[in-house]
């Protein structure tokens, strides 16, 4: 599903149909997340991956929420279908232009999850009324890339692929370590599937016996 910017008018009338979410409520994650991380309604959330956003977006699209991604095209729909993201109550508004601040708000005001891929540089003003928009909605703000005031900052890194041989074979499953850093708190850390070979987002346990070659990324 796709919107743009006429539509917004239409999306901001479904606000008055819409009940508030209270913020400071826990929603729910992915549960490859579990003792990790627990999304907060309300909250902005900043991610250096698409497939991060798409793991984070997950939880709280699987449990029936609405989510929208603005300002990228990088949604793999088969992975973030795969990951539990319901397409059906996905709107995508790939390049929104100078009016993505107000595409945000929007989305904001009637979706449980945004997913944004944040300008170079944002404003305080701008960061400012987006919090503000969070808390009374009780949404979801999912930055790729720098967000001022995140909850929590997640990172991968240490990527592994598995199922390359030598200069044969086809890339089955990838192992990544996922770092997630909220304000000064030591930084907590998990090793996941990023998918495992049925293409699901789990921890890392013991390496599939079918799958024993892995590359290690160099991005």
Same mark, same amino acid.
């Given at each position: ?28 994650? @992915? ?7 627990? #999304? *907060? ?20 699209? /699987? ?9 990228? +095209?990088?949604?793999?729909?088969? !992975?973030? +279908? !795969? ?8 709107? #995508? ?12 708000? +929007? #989305? ?19 960061? $400012? ?6 808390? *009374? ?7 790729? $890339?720098?967000? &001022?005031?995140?909850?929590?900052r997640l990172t991968m890194s240490d990527v592994e692929w598995v199922g390359v041989g030598r200069g044969h074979? @086809?890339?089955?499953?990838? *192992? ?10 030591? /930084? ?6 990023? &998918?495992? /070979? +049925? ?6 346990? !013991? /390496?599939? !016996? ?10």
């Amino acid at each position: 599903m796709s919107a743009s910017a006429p539509t917004l008018d239409e999306l901001r009338e479904r606000v008055s149909q819409m009940q508030g979410r209270p913020a400071a409520q826990p929603v729910a994650t @992915h549960p490859a997340f579990a003792g990790l991380l627990q #999304l *907060q309604a309300g909250s902005a959330y900043s991610v250096d991956s698409m497939s991060l956003a798409t793991a984070l977006m997950a939880g709280p699209s /699987a449990d029936g929420a609405w989510c929208g991604v603005v300002g990228t +095209a990088e949604l793999g729909l088969e !992975a973030a +279908a !795969a990951a539990g993201v319901e397409l059906r109550r996905t709107i #995508l508004v790939p390049d929104p232009g100078e009016a993505w601040l107000e595409v945000t708000a +929007a #989305l904001i005001d009637v979706l449980g999850v945004v997913v944004l891929r944040a300008p170079a540089h944002v404003a305080a003003k701008d960061v $400012g009324r987006i919090a503000a928009r969070l808390r *009374q909605r009780g949404g979801i703000l999912i930055a790729y $890339g720098d967000w &001022p005031r995140s909850e929590a900052r997640l990172t991968m890194s240490d990527v592994e692929w598995v199922g390359v041989g030598r200069g044969h074979g @086809h890339l089955q499953a990838r *192992q990544a370590t996922i770092e997630v850093q909220r304000g000064t708190a030591p /930084a907590r850390r998990r090793r996941l599937w990023f &998918p495992d /070979a +049925a293409q699901a987002i789990r921890r890392v346990e !013991a /390496a599939p !016996a079918e799958l024993p070659t892995r590359l290690r990324s160099v991005s």
